[in-house]
């Protein structure tokens, strides 16, 4: 009998999610240490956060399963892991794509780079004067702390939206266009690709309000900075499989916030 998801690769992306987690709690604090130090927290900080570790893991648990689940009906899915869960090696399989999600990864970083520093910047400074410089002067972590939470963005972030988003409006796409065996079309495929990555640059506007005015530039900036990579990562997942995207998302968070610390 058929199981409903490969179970092996449910265990493999949930303990690879909480382990993420656990991985970007450094830098996470750093950033919000200004608002945790006013906030009067009844019980003991550790306690806490065990609390929120155990939260998230819960919801990247349904988020896989589910995610699995519409992967597996619209032909998408994660091959290493398939074949690692099987006993084989998987080798062949990374070398295919290693190059290109490597690169697709540095030249997300560098067009986010290019784009904030030549036009969203100046922008933004002759929009909201002083005010705009408080997007330069948040705190910025470690690049050890970044390294850590890179894993975040590489596993956890992959997970949410491409493997559960982006399966999930793929799949309700296929409802409207469809080919002939039930899957959906390519042009379904790039739309769910587009709406998951701007719902992600829509995911760190509360983040921004802390800091920064949010203005009709503030949102198209943080949209268009944050669908830049999460386009290409979607690109890589349908054609190579969610392992493609992940490598690609942790190699440009490695230039973003390890080398460049940004």
């Given at each position: 009998m058929k199981t409903v998801i490969n179970w092996r690769v449910f265990f493999i992306l949930l303990i690879a999610s909480v382990i993420a987690i656990i991985a970007i709690l450094p830098y996470a604090l750093e950033?919000?240490?200004?608002?945790l130090e006013q906030l009067d927290i009844p019980i003991p900080f550790p306690i806490l956060i065990a609390i929120q570790v155990?939260?998230?893991?819960?919801?990247?648990?349904?988020?896989?399963?589910?995610?699995?689940l519409l992967a597996k009906r619209i032909g998408l899915g994660t091959p290493v892991l398939d074949a690692v869960a099987r006993g084989e090696s998987?080798?062949?399989?990374?070398?295919a794509f290693l190059p290109i999600s490597i690169g697709l990864g540095i030249l997300a970083s560098v067009l986010i780079i290019g784009l904030d520093a030549y036009?969203?910047?100046?922008?933004?400074?002759?929009?909201?004067?002083?005010?705009?410089?408080?997007?330069?002067?948040?705190?910025?972590?470690?690049?050890?702390?970044?390294?850590?939470?890179?894993?975040?963005?590489?596993i956890a972030e992959e997970i949410l939206l491409r493997l559960f988003v982006m399966s999930l409006l793929a799949w309700l796409g296929s409802f409207i266009n469809k080919t002939k065996d039930g899957r959906p079309t390519n042009?379904?495929?790039?739309?769910?690709n587009i709406l998951a990555a701007i719902l992600f640059g829509f995911g760190h506007l509360p983040a921004f309000s802390t800091i920064i005015p949010i203005t009709t530039l503030v949102i198209i900036r943080t949209?268009?900075?944050?669908?830049?990579?999460?386009?290409?990562?979607?690109?890589?997942?349908q054609k190579?499989?969610?392992?493609?995207?992940?490598?690609?998302?942790?190699?440009a968070d490695i230039v973003l916030h390890v080398l460049l610390v940004l």
């Open positions: 950033l919000q240490s200004g608002v155990i939260q998230s893991g819960l919801l990247f648990a349904v988020c896989t399963f589910l995610g699995m998987a080798l062949n399989k990374v070398r036009i969203f910047q100046p922008a933004l400074i002759q929009e909201l004067g002083e005010k705009a410089n408080a997007l330069n002067l948040t705190v910025q972590p470690a690049a050890w702390k970044g390294f850590l939470a890179s894993f975040y963005g590489g042009i379904i495929f790039w739309i769910a949209v268009i900075l944050n669908s830049i990579g999460g386009i290409m990562f979607g690109w890589l997942y190579h499989g969610l392992e493609s995207a992940m490598i690609a998302h942790f190699s």
